[in-house]
């Protein structure tokens, strides 16, 4: 058990028998949590099992999580080793399912969910020989010319874009170039453009967060989370393009890029070794 949980239990049960159920579900529940995170991935490193993985997820996952894993109607599962999750509760995640969600549980043998597990880890760990060159105190620079309205990075940005704290852990330089230079090219789930008009003409751009038949939620340009009902708009515009500029070599050069991608790599490894 953690030292935080041991003295949340210790002062529970100080305060008599009444909170005792309270603290014993706490002591439950971070026995759980490290007996996951024990569980050993038994094709660790094994390239042939990644494969396999990958033609598993992409017959029973992909349709939720799209097939590159980064998220359709379920979540992003390329973030979840930047996010701290380890082998063992990603299994467990994809064994039991998630109750009151979509995710359902599996009956697939141990060996397919490992797989798959291999395939995911592949996806969502990088060396971090992909970012060793380049200045950090420069790529701070260009991050709060460019970058810091709104993606946050450490404890300072904005939040209308992701939070690219831990994303040099999880997405690769090819990949990170890629999203910088295009970002239309792949918007990610969350933050994919729209713009609502209201009944008196008033169109409001932002990213959509979430949406039912009846209401549609964004945050907006200003940095507000903004909820309609649909009948209160006269028109709801999903964007291809999105909200992020294109960054090309003539407005980011090579090197100031490299800058930038080095910066956020040392915010990443502050993050995951505070």
């Not at 439950?28 to 042939?48: I, W």
């Not at 999750?85 to 009151?100: E, L, M, N």
């Not at 979509?102 to 995911?120: K, Q, R």
């Amino acid at each position: 058990m953690s030292v935080n949980n041991r003295a949340i239990v210790t002062r529970l049960l100080a305060h008599g028998l009444g909170l005792l159920p309270i603290a014993v579900a706490l002591l439950l529940s971070t026995g759980a949590a490290a007996a996951q995170d024990s569980l050993a991935n038994p094709h660790e490193g094994n390239a042939a099992a990644a494969r396999a993985g990958r033609a598993l997820f992409e017959t029973r996952c992909a349709e939720c999580h799209g097939a590159d894993a980064k998220g359709i109607s379920g979540p992003d599962l390329t973030v979840l080793w930047a996010a701290g999750r380890s082998d063992g509760r990603v299994f467990q995640t994809i064994r039991r399912g998630i109750a009151g969600s979509i995710m359902p549980s599996s009956t697939a043998p141990d060996d397919e969910l490992w797989a798959i597990v291999s395939y995911l880890k592949s996806l969502g760990t990088v060396s971090p020989v992909e970012f060793a060159t380049g200045d950090a105190e420069q790529g701070r620079q260009v991050f709060s010319a460019n970058c810091a309205g709104c993606h946050r990075a450490g404890r300072s940005g904005g939040r209308l874009g992701p939070d690219l704290s831990r994303i040099t852990l999880s997405r690769s330089r090819a990949g990170m170039i890629a999203a910088i230079r295009d970002p239309s090219a792949a918007m990610r789930v969350g933050y994919r453009t729209v713009t609502v008009v209201t009944a008196d003409g008033q169109r409001i751009r932002g990213v959509k967060k979430a949406e039912d038949a009846f209401s549609i939620q964004l945050f907006d340009t200003g940095g507000r989370l903004q909820g309609y009902l649909k009948t209160d708009l006269s028109d709801v515009r999903d964007e291809a393009q999105s909200l992020m500029p294109s960054f090309p070599v003539d407005r980011l050069s090579d090197g100031d890029l490299d800058n930038l991608l080095r910066f956020l790599a040392s915010v990443g490894e502050a993050t995951n070794n505070p």
